[in-house]
Nanobody, 122 residues
Framework: QVQLVESGGGLVQAGGSLRLSCAAS????????MGWSRQAPGKQRELVAT???????NYADSVKGRFTISRDNAKNTVYLQMNSLKPEDTAVYYC????????????????WGQGTQVTVSS
């Protein structure tokens, strides 16, 4: 059984920073891409950033230059450093891990975390 557990959300003033973490636990052989998405009230979930196992990154235009995604493959953990936060960044942030190969079956599955709330006050 694989689980993704996010942490680091909270309340911050506009212009402030937060760092989200997402740790994958379980009998993991390898992980493909990892990423962060967010969903604001009344809006669809949107992709924020992704990072491949090799470290290649991709960002939504709305966060480029402000957010940085990174990962520690040894810890099966992905991070999202969020700087210069804006009220419009307020959302529940979800991490995901794609192509997670499980030790027991050597089959690949995709997983999502439970989400962590980020609130940016003006």
């Amino acid at each position: 059984q694989v689980q993704l557990v996010e942490s680091g959300g909270g309340l911050v003033q506009a212009g402030g920073s937060l760092r989200l973490s997402c740790a994958a636990s379980g009998s993991i052989f390898s992980i493909g891409s990892m990423g962060w998405s967010r969903q604001a009230p009344g809006k669809q979930r949107e992709l924020v950033a992704t990072i491949t196992a090799g470290g290649s990154t991709n960002y939504a235009d709305s966060v480029k230059g402000r957010f940085t995604i990174s990962r520690d493959n040894a810890k099966n953990t992905v991070y999202l450093q969020m700087n210069s936060l804006k009220p419009e960044d307020t959302a529940v942030y979800y991490c995901n891990a794609d192509q997670v190969v499980v030790v027991a079956t050597k089959r690949a599955y995709d997983y999502w975390g439970q989400g962590t709330q980020v609130t940016v006050s003006s």
